[in-house]
């Protein structure tokens, strides 16, 4: 509980959102916001009913579909018959639980960890939870956000509070300036290529240092949103002018005394001086290349200028082996040179960079250019909302005349769960978060790396260095 | 609660939920019918034959409660599938050096116990299991050791009270609606203002 010690932002969110503590057992931890959506939740919905349940504050709760609808128009119908079940069960839950939903069809709808934070639902000093594991995008405002399973979600739903024990915090401290070329998503790839994909388990980190200060909220929800791929469950930033600024006036943003009662409140969340962390990290932010991975999980990341790493070289027995799997599924000799290696699809979007910067930092490689004809490049940006601002700058335009598909929103090549994928063998650049083995489409292979390595790759068929351009 | 039973064996580093279970079977509103979806691509040939030399369509794997796995086992997404058909397939427990966090969790409340193996034990087992591929480990939850012939007595850690739930049955949801009384007064000088619903 409280003391006069020193905590770190992550334990000031912690100890307000206290309901009891009983010894020995979990604390129960109650959440301000939980975010829903159709793939993680009609499981938790029949729990609730066979228990005669009532979702406790609908008024706290927010649902939308994102992950199993088609990117296509949406004056199209959902094809596929399970998706659009899906679909349909999340509008009957919502209806029938009473809880505000943005359906396939509302001109608001995205991917959850977009229209979050867009409508103003998230900020600083909240619990977050989603059943999904990107719930720690959220935490780019100051927010102790996490992704949860379907039993949780039940829980939540029925009460409004989780049972947890609190995480180790992990201070990952990125001092200095990016240099051209170099982006947000590079920063969290680093750090994942760094600690790998275990690194941060059991931990929440917060994200420090210059160069995090000088980054945009946008680009912060980046940094954020891959807190999961190093392991970690969280991570967040602490607010600043910057996190106010994007709040005020957003849909359900606090308003006008409730507004200056906030920002109060707000300010007293940044880790106190002297607070400790259990773990630290630094990351030299005028060192860093543009990132990308080549391996099948999110920590098999190098600098673009990089070759693919021997599995020889590797001493553990087991990492070895990974190291040849991974290879052996990505078809890639070791000593190669990434840049340079042929693909087959570019994907922009996901909730890790499918929001205005994004996709002004993609246009700003593909304008007045042409992606290579071998080449099948989707943009698809992270809401409706968005789709919306990017066709007013005129960003629409730029993507058709460069050749690239401009769709609807949702999580699309992300997932691969709405048809939106690549076939066996294909290899893609993605803005997106993970490069499991099929992530993208049975057999697909993945490199992940920034808009603006995607777009420079789109336009050459191969692996690109932006600066080289 | 007492678990006896021969090991199925994984050797992979990292093993995420998307092998474990491939997000396209997602799609499902029900929790049931996935443990034929289990490892899904790396179990069945492209035309729906299952891979014979793949470890979980050998009968003595079907036949074990016990899986055997690298480094971070269940990294990746929330997906709480990745239980529903790792239980439904028949296992009870698996043993790594590490778990990812949400996994974790998500095992706990479905009875598939996550067993954290210190890296030397770990290493061992799977030499025993090279050497007698039929050996049986066992696992005792009240005493929190697992064991098998020839082998070290390895105490295993376990969050206290997901234990007591699992050896009392407690449903958790239970327990926490029964705090109504706490989680009311809670709400009551919560000083955050959000409404969805405006
Ligand atoms: S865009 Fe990808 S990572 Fe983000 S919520 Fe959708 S499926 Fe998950």
């Known amino acids: 509980m409280p003391s006069n010690k020193p905590r770190t932002i992550i334990e000031k969110v912690w100890d307000n959102h206290i309901v009891a503590q009983r010894e020995g ?38 649902a939308t579909v994102d992950h199993s609808t088609p990117t296509t128009p949406r004056n199209l119908p959902i094809v596929d018959q399970v998706a659009a079940t899906q ?79 609190p995480s180790k915090t992990f201070e990952v401290k990125v001092e200095g300036t990016l240099k051209p070329g170099v982006s947000a998503k ?41 807190s999961i791929e190093a392991g970690a469950r969280a991570g967040l930033i602490a607010p600043d002018e910057k996190t106010y600024e994007y709040i005020k006036g957003r849909k359900f943003a606090p308003k006008g005394e409730e507004w200056d009662k906030a920002v109060a409140f707000w300010k007293t969340l940044p880790t106190d001086e002297g607070a400790t962390y259990d773990h630290t990290v630094t990351i030299d932010a005028d060192a860093l290349e543009p990132m990308i991975t080549f391996g099948t999980n999110p920590g098999m990341g190098m600098a673009i200028s990089g070759a693919v790493p021997d599995p020889a070289s590797q001493s553990d027995p087991l990492e070895r082996e990974s190291l040849r799997k991974a290879l052996q599924y990505m078809n890639l000799q070791a000593g190669q040179p990434i840049a340079g290696q042929k693909i087959d699809v570019v994907f922009i979007g996901s909730c890790t960079n499918s929001r205005m910067t994004d996709l002004r930092a993609a246009a700003s ?65 993605s803005t997106s978060n993970r490069n499991f083995e099929g992530r993208q489409g049975k057999g697909g292979r993945t490199f992940l790396a920034s808009p603006l390595t995607a777009a420079a790759s789109a336009v050459t068929g191969v692996v690109t260095d932006v600066r080289s351009l | 609660m007492q678990i006896q039973s021969t090991v199925a064996v994984l050797p992979n580093d990292n093993i995420d939920t998307d092998q474990i279970i491939p997000a396209r079977f997602l799609k499902t509103i029900s929790k049931e019918g996935l443990g034929d979806q289990l490892f899904f691509d790396w179990r069945y040939n492209a035309d729906g034959s299952p891979k014979a030399d793949f470890v979980l369509n050998t009968p003595a794997a079907k036949a074990s409660k016990v899986l055997l796995a690298g480094d971070n086992f269940g990294c990746g997404s929330s997906r709480e599938h990745a239980p529903w058909a790792l239980t439904q397939y028949g296992l009870q427990a698996v043993l790594s050096t590490s778990f990812a966090d949400i996994f974790k969790q998500n ?41 098998w012939p020839g082998g070290p007595t390895v105490e295993f850690p376990i969050d206290a009270f997901a234990k007591d739930c699992l050896l009392e049955g407690v449903d958790e949801i239970g327990y926490v609606l029964k705090q109504d009384a706490a989680i009311a007064a809670f709400e009551a000088q919560r000083s955050i203002s959000l409404n969805t619903l405006a």
Request: with cysteine; glycine share 10%.
């Open chain 1, 365 to 429: 490689v593909l304008k007045g250019r042409k992606v290579s004809p071998s080449v099948r490049v989707m943009v698809v940006p992270g809401s409706q909302e968005i789709k919306r601002q990017a066709e007013a700058e005129g960003l629409d335009q730029v993507f058709r005349d460069a050749g690239a598909e401009w769709r609807e929103a949702g999580c699309s090549m992300c997932i691969a769960m709405n048809g939106d994928q690549l076939s066996p063998g294909q290899y893609s650049v």
């Open chain 2, 107 to 147: 095992s706990l409340k479905n009875r598939l116990l996550p067993i954290v193996m210190p890296k030397d034990a770990h290493a061992a087992l799977f030499v025993a299991l090279e050497k007698d591929p039929a050996l049986q480990v066992t696992i005792d939850l009240p005493a929190q050791t697992l064991s």
């Open chain 1, 186 to 226: 590079d920063i969290i790839l680093a750090l994942c290529a760094k600690i790998g994909i275990g690194g941060g388990t059991g931990c929440v980190f917060e994200f420090t240092g210059s160069a995090i200060r000088s980054l945009s909220m946008e680009e912060r929800m980046t940094v954020c949103n891959m």
């Open chain 1, 87 to 165: 679909v349909a069960q999340l509008e009957k839950n919502a209806t029938e639980f009473g809880i505000p939903y943005f359906g396939f069809q509302n001109l608001n709808q995205g991917i959850v960890h977009v229209i979050g934070p867009e409508q103003g639902l998230t900020q600083p000093g909240m619990t977050v939870v989603c059943g999904d594991s990107h719930t720690a995008t959220h935490g780019a405002f100051g927010a102790l956000a996490f992704g949860i399973g379907t039993s949780e979600v039940e829980m939540v739903l029925a009460t409004q509070c989780l049972l947890q024990r």
């Open chain 1, 25 to 62: 057992a979990p604390a129960v931890l109650f959440i301000d916001l939980h975010l829903v959506h159709e793939v993680t939740s009609p499981q938790a919905f029949s729990g609730l009913r066979e228990r005669g349940v009532k979702v406790r504050r609908p008024d706290l709760t927010f």
